[in-house]
């Protein structure tokens, strides 16, 4: 199973990541390219401790639903976010994708609570994050 705790992952994600441009568009969804990648961001800065996001209360933290979406469920198109994770900055798609190298290259989780599904483990946040950056991306083709 791909996770960030894995050197060739981190290097893939990044070099797929070097393809997205300000005219790159969805296949489904309402993102932007410079939304995605600020969201994709965001939610990785979460994962490392870097940002706060208000928990919610969801049967998804409990196994076995936890265990499911976690490593073998398809991630769903369209699910709601946090609104710590969305962004309407202006900034430029290349801002974006230096700030998303950065952090994808520099991965460190510590074991500890997602808003959703409660507490991971540092094994468990590197595959969330995987599969998340990996699900946007696609979003966009790449």
């Known amino acids: 199973m791909k996770s ?3 050197e060739a992952t981190r290097r893939e994600l990044v070099e797929r ?5 300000d005219s ?9 390219a410079r939304a995605m990648l600020d969201h994709i961001a965001r939610a ?5 401790g870097e940002r706060e996001v208000a928990p919610k209360k969801l049967p998804i933290r409990y196994f076995p ?23 309407d900055s ?3 798609v290349e801002n974006s994708k230096e700030t998303l190298r950065r952090l994808i290259t520099n991965f460190a989780p510590r074991p500890a609570n997602h808003p959703a599904f409660g507490f991971l483990t540092t094994r468990a ?5 995987y599969r998340h950056v990996d699900h946007h ?5 790449v």
């Open 24 to 32: 790159t568009t969805p296949k489904w969804g309402r993102f932007t």
């Open 90 to 92: 202006p900034e430029p």
């Open 4 to 6: 960030l705790a894995q």
């Open 137 to 141: 991306l696609r979003q966009f083709g």
């Open 17 to 21: 990541i070097d393809r997205i441009t």
């Open 44 to 48: 990785t800065e979460m994962a490392a």
């Open 65 to 87: 639903l936890k265990q499911l979406a976690l490593y073998v469920l398809p991630m769903p198109k369209g699910l709601p976010t946090s609104p710590e994770l969305l962004t």
């Open 125 to 129: 946040w590197s595959v969330l994050v």
